[in-house]
């Protein structure tokens, strides 16, 4: 009798990913508006597997989309199959951006980065 073979995402480092609560989303790109959603093992190679892009209107960070990067997305088509990937992938990009980001902390951070910007600026004259 065949095994069943466990369906979940994994990274081409080997880091199996069963939950979005796994990757580490770091808020870097403050300029850029970009929340990096990066691999749980620390000695990946890729790294980075995707991000997710606000904008802000206001005093509100509004999300604009989430990417997964081709190098995680085909190598999960490879092994699942690619419906069977792309949902999933699309599921966990929706779980990060509706579950894991807290986007007035976001936005609070932003703000903060501008002010701290400004100052400099003015310090500089």
């Known amino acids: 009798m065949a095994e069943k073979k466990e369906v979940v995402i994994q990274c081409p480092c080997g880091r199996i990913i069963r939950s ?4 580490k989303v770091m808020f870097i790109k403050k300029e850029m508006l970009e929340i990096d959603i990066l691999c749980p093992n620390d000695s ?6 995707g991000f997710i892009k606000f904008r802000m209107e206001g005093d509100k ?10 190098p995680f997305v085909t190598w999960n088509a490879s ?47």
Not at 20 to 23: A, G, K, L
Not at 61 to 70: G, M
Not at 100 to 105: A, F, L
């Open 20 to 23: 979005v609560d796994e990757y």
């Open 44 to 49: 990946c190679y890729l790294r980075e597997l």
């Open 79 to 125: 092994q699942l199959g690619r419906e069977v990937a792309e949902r999933m992938l699309k599921e966990h990009l929706r779980k990060l951006v509706m579950e894991r980001i807290d986007w007035n902390w976001v936005a609070e951070e932003v703000k903060k980065a501008e002010k701290a910007e400004k100052e400099a600026e003015a310090g500089s004259k």
């Open 61 to 70: 960070a509004k999300f604009e989309k989430a990417v997964f990067y081709p």
